[in-house]
């Protein structure tokens, strides 16, 4: 049996893609994921043979969602099914590895999208590096405090993990910053827009 997971908020049904699930030429099992957390524990439980990306989802964007399908599923196709993607933004999920981007006007290619998918499926991401010998990263470590520069380093959240030692001058004792979030200094005005650049940077590394 094929096994699909599908991303999208869980109160928001959609007759049209249920129905073309229902015409599907083969057998599946389904699972559904409504945020991060629920997606990461369905890939714990069992990774899938393809992802679909529903577009009625708000708390995970395109990006963010093949972004963690490279992280903790490299090889599994994702296929988006989005009425309301702009050129670019289509081009972005192009470029990040999307499999295929559907419409609600194209669901009734979902099967051959499907099947295509499996047929040409993305190359599993590149093994990280080996991690700094001890030394070096001792090096890394005081070349980062000596610096005047704020150097920081967050999670794919934007919460803080490190802060230099310059941080104090500004934002007092850089320890207490560990898992802060890094947005709430921005100003409101330009909050929205630094994190949705953040966010694409974490999701394709550029």
Known sequence: RL????LEEQSQADELLDGALERLPFHFTLQR????????NELQRGIPDIILYHSWHRQMSELEAQGLTRRHAPGVPVIIIDGALDERSSRSC???GAADILTRETLIRLGPAISGALAHPPAASVQPPAALPQEDAEVLRLIAESV?????VLDPEGRRIYNSASYAALFGDP???QGTDSFAEIHPDDRARI????RRTVATGI
């Not at 096994?3 to 599908?6: A, G, P």
């Not at 994921?33 to 990461?40: K, Q, T």
């Open 3 to 6: 096994r699909i997971l599908i």
């Open 94 to 96: 192009r470029e990040a």
């Open 33 to 40: 994921a409504g945020n991060r957390v629920a997606m990461l």
């Open 195 to 198: 994190h949705e650049v953040f």
């Open 148 to 152: 005047s520069d704020l150097i920081a």
């Open 175 to 177: 320890h207490a910053l």
